[in-house]
């Protein structure tokens, strides 16, 4: 297996395989997962549970893709990882009155959105990526390329520092910003005592790529 | 050789600190980090200070931390107790009074993290932006991981940090990551206008709180 696991949701999955699936990535050593899904993917449910266990417990960084009308247990999955990109074309469709509480917690935590705050009910690409709901948009049907070159960029990186990265961002937007900032903190030193911050920063006064092994 | 921060006050009681290592586009050192804290603990004490403004000499705001310096701390330990006293970033996060960044080039690393810790920023249209940590091997460290995600959608946020890709202008404005663009011959009116409002107004910060 590569450094990036790449897993198209395409037709009836379940539940169960997609997380085997992820499971397998980080098993494999993959240091990150791009997760595709095509127009007739049709995940059944993705409960909240699930949509929390993707940003807060997952290990590795997860970029989805959508193209056409992303919308039910798909959206949810969507809204559970770390980076979405979309093609010109997409919409999000979100439905507030269906989503169960910890799915629609993490749409408003995305969309910055009090409590209050009703979802909104359907997000062009243009309007997601104004909202920094998706952070990319292609030509339509370029999602795909367009997550791998963020999954790359991903996959260069220091394996440890982007999965303390991931954790950093989402379980320190949890706390009050005193206490994260002792959380990134201890992460930072965490860090300075592996193997893999020695070699990025040897390899930038020697100029040259790093040699990440994750160590 | 000149003082790697500059620092002074003017009559309206505007401070501005200024980074002042041209030749090192800024890099900041634990000389500067230094500086940095002595002349926050002045702007914080002085009760004449009304406004902060940041500024980096030459060609750009700051390329980041000064990384021929990493790994020199004596200990893991030291290194934590040393943060811990001298909180750089979170006395900016606590000071009272408005703070303004002019951003221009590369604000890269805590290039772009001290400006996260500023109420406004303004940027000439050549400004990018990155938390390049990741490329290195280790995260933000200069709060970059906790007041990005609060100061931008979370989701472009954790874009930025995972990938350490740069941004343009274009796409800082749109999430909020600057406040304001303005062509290169105009950053400096760009700036002084945006002090004067805050001198002149009601203060709203723009930054998380501590």
Redo the contacts between chains.
Sequence with gaps: MGAIGTLTLSGSVSTDAVVEALAGYVEGNARVAVVEAEADADLGAWPGERVRWLWRDYPLPVVFAFEGRLEGAAAAFALGCDIRVCGEGAALELDGATMDSLTAERARTLLGLAAEDAIPARLSAGEALEAGLVSRVGPAGSAGEVARGAAEAVAARGPIATRLAKEAVWRGLDQPLEQALRFETDLTLLLQATKDRAEGVRAFLEKRPPDFTGE | MAEPVLFDIDDRGVATITLNRPERLNAINMAMRDLLWEYLQACRDHPDVRAVCFRGEGRSFSAGAD??E??T?PS?WE??RA??ER?V??LL?SLPVPLVARLHGYCFGAGLELPLCCDVRVASEDGRFALP?????????A????TL??T??????????????PVGTEEAL??GLITRAVPEAELDAAVEEEVGRLLAGPFEPGR???
């Design positions: 990384i021929s990493f790994g701390a893991l290194s934590r943060r811990h909180d970033w979170g996060l940590e990741v490329t290195l091997g280790y995260i933000p460290s709060g970059g991981t906790q995600p609060r931008i959608p979370p989701g472009a946020a954790a874009d930025l940090i995972l990938t350490g890709e749109r999430w998380p709180r501590i």
